[in-house]
């Protein structure tokens, strides 16, 4: 089993950047899909970025792409999410998830951290 700890949310000005780090514990991160998921306040879990166990694959939900980027470094078993141009839409805890497959399901994930919180000011 995987155990993942999430760290780097905080507070940031509208506009700013922030990035996020989820660290890995378990032999199997290096061949587990990571996504990032994140849950605002009276909303459902969605979908935020997903990248494939070697990096080639990377995917986005529509609302953060061009402005957050997903990454990883197998060597250290940390995947990253790095957040520009944050809007006070951006708002939520921020989860880091594994799993056997990309996918933007937060059911296909099958391992989970306990969050991050990321505010933005306006």
């Known amino acids: 089993q995987v155990q993942l700890v999430e760290s780097g949310g905080g507070l940031a000005q509208e506009g700013g950047s922030l990035s996020l780090s989820c660290a890995a514990s378990g032999r199997a991160f290096s061949m587990s899909a990571m996504g990032w998921f994140r849950q605002a306040p009276g909303k459902e879990r969605e979908f935020v970025a997903v990248?494939?166990?070697?990096?080639?694959?990377?995917y986005y939900s529509d609302s953060v792409k061009g402005r957050f980027t997903i990454s990883r470094d197998n060597a250290k078993s940390t995947v990253y999410l790095r957040m520009n141009s944050l809007n006070p839409e951006d708002t939520a805890v921020y989860y880091c998830a594994g799993g056997r497959t990309v996918t933007r399901a937060p059911s296909g994930m099958d391992y989970w951290g306990k969050g991050t919180l990321v505010t933005v000011s306006s």
């Open positions: 990248i494939s166990w070697n990096g080639a694959s990377k």
